[in-house]
């Protein structure tokens, strides 16, 4: 148990003093194999150092190349291009730095193009880099060499949907490590420059160097197909699964819909409208949006393909059009309050309703034809006396169900 907290402590003594060197010119990493410390720099100069910042008060700091020579008493020292240093504080664990100079490991980033293969650029782009990139390396002081991955970004502006029916032009940032010939990146959807630009420690080292690629012309189309439902007033009480424009598309009949292509012109060329009613194709249309109306009861999809003389894509969206139904309540209250006060069918996907009321001599008192709406108990202007009324309803469904209804209505106030 002594040996185990001796060891937790001097384990613990070691990350205090390891997150205790710093520079004021140069960037240090961490969390690397076989070392604690590598420090870089964009140019060493008399400047440049490495220091203890924590509370020892004695310091020994040496060459990997020469562990038993003491070149430093002091919390600090210059560093030196490509070499590892040991520093040892108050006689404790030695912390091992690896010292590298930017500057003469800098890439010439030449060109990056991509290829000339329009027919795979309808996903993907595939990048021709060329770039010299001397390594990047470290040695542990037990002599390993590890080299650190260089990575570089490429940069290039495409489009994301932002809803309200537009696409917004957005930067898409793309990691790589180099060396390498070519790299694969998403294929945009505008015209755009791909630009290549790092490593990560130029970057943290604030060095700015990169390349652009020449103007590249997209062959890559999308869509995003999106809905305008024409709605209707009406009743929730009276009609059920009423239009209303939302999503996904389930409603009483007939529908009247507008489907907006939203491709990334002038890219999209050609558009393609395929609606299929319970999977049996029904219709095609070439507009660049659409509109129909649906009037009978079924599961429809409605696919659209977008294209020029290369790519293509395609989206699609369902519309429910429900089955037909109707309820004849057998009271209602024409009495000025907000509940009950018309004579009203509750029904869904209705092509055609009439409704005729008769009184208890047979004659007529009212009519329509229109199933929103119904009769308020009044004849001619004036309420309608009390008690039970007769009415006949003829009526069609959108799924081919006739109706044919005949009963009593009690007016009640």
Request: glycine letters at 6%; aromatic letters at 14%.
């Amino acid at each position: 148990m002594r040996k185990f907290i001796l060891s937790a402590c001097l384990l613990f003594s070691t990350i205090i003093v390891c997150a205790q060197l710093t520079s004021s010119t140069g960037k240090s990493y961490t969390n690397l194999t076989g070392i604690d410390y590598v420090f870089i720099f964009n140019g060493i100069t008399s400047a440049s150092d490495i220091t203890y910042t924590g509370s020892g008060t004695t310091f020994n700091w040496s060459k990997f190349s020469a562990p038993n020579t003491s070149i430093s008493n002091v919390s600090y020292i210059s560093p030196e291009d490509g070499t590892g240093y040991t520093l040892i504080v108050d006689g404790g664990i030695p912390i091992h730095i690896w010292v590298i100079d930017y500057k003469n490991y800098l890439p010439v980033l030449k060109s990056v193009e991509p290829e000339n293969a329009p027919l795979s650029q309808c996903k993907n782009v595939n990048l021709l880099i060329d770039a010299t990139i001397p390594v990047l390396s470290y040695k542990t002081f037990a002599g390993a060499v590890y080299n650190l991955p260089r990575q570089f970004n490429i940069k290039y502006q495409t489009l994301t949907w932002g809803g309200d029916s537009k696409w917004i032009t957005t930067d898409t940032i793309q990691k790589l490590v180099l060396p390498a010939s070519q790299i694969t990146v998403n294929a945009p959807y505008i015209n755009t420059k791909f630009k290549l630009y790092g490593d990560q420690y130029a970057t943290d080292l604030g060095i700015t160097d990169s390349i652009s690629s020449s103007l590249y012309t997209t062959n890559a189309v999308i869509s995003h197909l999106t809905t305008n439902v024409t709605s209707r007033v009406h009743d929730r009480n009276n009609e059920a699964d009423a239009p209303d424009n939302k999503t996904p598309i389930t409603y009483s009949a007939p529908i009247d819909v507008q489907f907006l292509s939203n491709a990334n012109e002038p890219t999209t060329q050609y558009y393609s409208w395929d609606i299929y009613k319970d999977k049996n194709f029904i219709i095609n249309r070439k507009d660049k949006d659409e509109r129909y109306t649906f009037t009978e009861a079924g599961t429809y999809n409605v696919k659209l393909t977008v294209s020029n003389s290369i790519c293509s894509y395609s989206d699609s969206i369902t519309v429910i059009v429900s089955e037909s139904e109707i309820y004849v309540p057998n009271v209602f209250t024409p009495n000025g309050d907000i509940y009950n006060n018309e004579f009203r069918v509750a029904y869904k996907s209705l092509i055609s309703f009439q409704c005729w009321v008769y009184n208890r001599w047979g004659r007529q008192v009212y009519y329509w034809s229109d199933p929103t709406k119904g009769w308020d108990g009044n004849i001619n202007g004036k309420k309608a006396s009390v008690g039970a009324y007769f009415y006949i309803i003829n009526a069609v469904g959108s799924d081919k169900k006739v109706y044919k209804l005949k009963g009593d209505i009690n007016l009640l106030r």
